[in-house]
Structures are given as structure tokens and as C-alpha cells.
């Protein structure tokens, strides 16, 4: 089946410090890189890596040329990327040395997708297939009013963290992956739990210690443990777990087995520095299962 994913494409400017600049404060940077990078694109290239066929719909401005045929050499079905008058969206992601970022993005094209696009791409979709989007582009209600309508399976990746975004298309999601702050923070505007969400499946990454996966259908609460790394670069690894858990679902492994090979992958992602280019493929999960 097809994984669509309506999602941000960006450049990424990567700075790796000793410690992030505080409020007002300005530190000097010792490296400086540039990536492919957006939540959307990481996914995407997370999902081609992870064995599955994925059909990234977004936008880029005339200076984005290089990031659809670098997701097109990644193995992302690029058909339904369009061109816009907009410039293409850009990030900068600050390191420090323990592996945690801050990040600016500044959306450009991202949020400028004709819903008229979006709409005949996924005229293309069928039942069976999945749809999934992040808080980085526009047109993310009708997308998950009209993958629910079709029969997708709908997964939201709530990052950036908007508590009034995720609200918006909780009526027409599947699946919902977040961070444990922005589960606190969803608990904290729902006033209830994210285990009484009428959503199917719920999975929180919980960083260095796994994840969590809520089934409301079943009634049950899990936490699949991750490996002890030491983490240089903690950015794209929750974009890596999506694209990894909805790889493996769509390849037909039940939900346990998508979350152990995403915490796997996730827990290699965070022993590399950069975003979509440096994500691990199956061959990268099987070396360190050997190991
Ligand atoms: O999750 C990491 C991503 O967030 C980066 O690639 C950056 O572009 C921002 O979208």
C-alpha cells in the first residue's frame, strides 16, 4: 500500500555549540552544516528507508529544486510536490553537545500548499492506504477530513506542539504520535488523559527510555524500552520513529513490532548528526542487532 504524507520540506542549517544560547544571549557555533530536513521530508525519507512506498505531498519556493531530487533520490514519490511563489521553508537547529536542540523554522512554502493539490493527490489514494501529516504545513483539517472520509488510516504527528491543531483533527485521526511534554500539554486542554482519547492507537515517545503505545480498542498500556546510546544529535529521531512505525504497519507488522524496529531506528538516529540525509535504512537497524 501507499503511505501519503502531507509534510514540510526544509533546508536545515545545523550549528553544533557547547551549550544552546539563552534568552538574549549569543554564543558562537563550532560547526555549521546544511541538510534536508522538515518534519515531512524526514518522515518521508524515514519511510523509503524502512522498505515502504511513500507519496510525499507538499510545496517548495524555485529554490527548492535540490530538496525534490534529493527526496526523489531517496526513494519519495515526489509527483505531488509543487512548485510556489513562496521560498522554500528553512530551519535552524542549534545542537549543544548532549545531543538536544532548538530549533526556528521558518515555514515559507510549508504552509502555502494548494488544498486543490492536495485534493487530487489523494483522489489517488486507496482504502488500505495511510495518511499522515505534522504541524508544519497548511490544509492539515481537510486532509485529515478527507483521508478519514476515504477510509486512510490517519496518523498525526503533533509536532510543533499546538494543542488548538491537534484538537482540529482529533475527530479524524487513528493514530496520534507525541512527545511526553506534549502529552502532559494535550492532557492539560483536553482536561483528561491521553488514554481516554477516542483515537485507536496513541503512542508517546518517551527519548532515551522508548516508547509508550495506548490501544484504546484493547484497553492497553505498553512501553517498549529503547537501547542505551550515547546521543550526539536528538534531531529528526521522533520524525524517524514515525516514518519507521508507519513503514512497518503498512508492511503488515503488528503494532508492537513497528514500535520496537522504530525505537531501534530512532535510537540510531540520535548517534548521528543531521536530519533526513543521515537516516539509518533496515541494513543500519540489522548491523546493530548483530552487534
Ligand atoms: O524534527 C526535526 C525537523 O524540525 C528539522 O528537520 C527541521 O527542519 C524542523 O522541521
Not at 563550532?30 to 519511510?47: P, Q, Y
Request: glycine share 10%.
Amino acid at each position: 500500500m501507499t503511505i501519503w504524507n502531507l509534510g514540510s520540506i526544509n533546508l536545515d542549517l545545523v550549528y553544533g555549540m557547547d551549550r544552546l544560547p539563552g534568552r538574549g544571549e549569543t554564543v558562537s557555533a563550532a560547526t555549521k552544516a546544511e541538510f534536508l530536513g522538515g518534519k515531512g521530508a524526514n518522515m518521508s525519507v524515514a519511510v523509503a528507508r524502512a522498505a515502504a512506498r511513500v507519496c510525499h505531498i507538499g510545496a517548495v519556493g524555485a529554490d527548492g529544486r535540490w530538496a525534490v531530487e534529493r527526496l526523489m533520490e531517496y526513494g519519495v514519490d515526489t509527483g505531488h510536490i509543487v512548485q510556489v511563489d513562496v521560498p522554500t521553508g528553512h530551519a535552524i537547529v542549534a545542537v549543544e553537545g548532549s545531543g538536544e536542540n532548538q530549533i526556528i523554522i521558518f515555514p515559507g512554502a510549508n504552509r502555502d500548499i494548494p488544498v486543490e493539490r492536495l485534493r487530487a493527490a489523494l483522489t489517488q489514494a486507496q482504502t488500505g492506504d495511510f495518511l499522515v501529516m505534522q504541524n508544519e504545513t497548511n490544509a492539515q483539517i481537510e486532509a485529515a477530513r478527507l483521508g478519514h472520509d476515504m477510509g486512510l488510516t490517519v496518523c498525526y504527528a503533533a509536532a510543533p506542539f499546538e494543542a488548538g491543531a491537534v484538537q482540529a483533527v482529533l475527530a479524524y485521526l487513528d493514530l496520534l504520535i507525541l512527545n511526553a511534554v506534549e502529552a502532559e500539554q494535550l492532557e492539560h486542554a483536553l482536561g483528561r488523559p491521553v488514554t481516554d482519547l477516542a483515537v485507536r492507537d496513541v503512542i508517546v515517545t518517551l527519548g532515551a527510555r522508548g516508547a509508550r503505545w495506548i490501544s484504546t480498542e484493547r484497553g492497553s498500556d505498553q512501553v517498549f524500552a529503547a537501547r542505551q546510546v550515547q546521543a550526539v544529535d536528538t534531531t529528526g529521531a521522533g520524525d524517524t520513529f514515525t516514518g519507521y512505525v508507519l513503514a512497518g504497519l503498512d508492511r503488515g507488522m503488528p503494532m508492537p513490532q513497528a514500535i520496537s524496529q522504530a525505537v531501534l531506528a530512532a535510537s540510531i538516529m540520535v548517534t548521528r548528526r543531521g536530519t533526513a540525509d543521515v537516516i539509518p535504512d533496515l541494513k543500519d537497524l540489522q548491523d546493530l542487532i548483530q552487534d
